[in-house]
């Protein structure tokens, strides 16, 4: 077993592109040559004959997000040849802290252009990253959560223009006969009870009346079906209030 793509490219991500030693900032991949310079490195040993090799730990354990972490070559060898100075202790240390400062920066470039590009990994296979330019120019990797927001942006965006058309037509129906043709409208908006309650996120995005980090939180961590009833209430009471046209009463 070893470590996934996947596992990797979060990895990659939450280094902020460079190395978690404290004193270090040397990038962890090269973009002009797609090559990884740095390495993934296992906090407990990925072998018995590794530093700070754990017998009890189980292989999914060895090669999971929690046991890695991100360093330039000098530091990894730095590290698995002074073992007892760098201790399993001191090394998680290193990487909360080195992941909780890229945390917390609150750079907005990924909501930006969207790059991809495979890089050349010495003595392992080839994979593809998707990445974006900080304020510094400096390449950086997609996280999951920034990944999971994009798309539900882009959702966000694709159904909210529907609703905009739905709003422009309201106006213009002067008979009873021409509101046919925005039931079909609204309801190709309701096709299951997801798309329904997605929708009423974009009416309520529109109005601001949740802030993008819950909006955000719903979409990522399920929230989504959980509180589909209380969001169908405030959806319909939303629609009435945009839609004030007796014609659409039954819509």
């Known amino acids: 077993m070893s470590v996934s793509d996947t596992t990797k490219r979060k990895l990659l991500a939450a280094s902020g592109n460079q190395c ?60 698995d040849d002074n073992e007892d100075r760098y201790t399993v202790e001191l090394l998680q240390r290193w990487k909360r802290n080195h992941e909780e ?19 050349i990994e010495k003595g392992g296979p080839n994979f593809a990253v998707e990445y974006w330019f900080d304020k510094k120019g400096t390449p950086q990797i997609f996280t999951p959560e920034q990944k999971a927001y994009r798309m539900a942006t882009i959702d966000f965006s694709s159904l909210l223009s529907k609703v905009a058309q739905i709003l422009t037509l309201i106006p213009q129906i002067k008979h009873d006969s021409q509101s046919r043709h925005l039931v079909d409208q609204v309801q190709q908006l309701k096709l299951n009870d997801e798309g329904f309650v997605s929708t009423v996120y974009h009416l309520l995005f529109e109005l601001q009346d949740l802030k993008v980090s819950e909006l955000v939180v719903a979409q990522t961590q399920g929230n989504l079906a959980e509180n589909r009833e209380a969001f169908r209430k405030l959806g319909e009471a939303l629609l009435a209030k945009r839609m004030n046209e007796p014609r659409l009463k039954n819509v």
């Open 20 to 79: 978690a030693h404290p004193d270090c900032t040397e990038l962890m991949f090269d973009l002009d040559h797609e090559t990884i310079l740095g390495k993934v490195c296992h906090i407990k040993g990925s072998r018995p004959d590794a530093a700070r090799y754990d017998k009890d730990q189980s292989d999914e354990e060895r090669h999971s997000f929690g046991n890695l972490i991100a360093l330039c070559g000098k530091h990894h060898d730095l590290i």
């Open 101 to 119: 400062s890229f945390l917390n920066q609150r750079e907005i470039g990924w909501l930006g252009e969207c790059r991809t590009t495979i890089f």
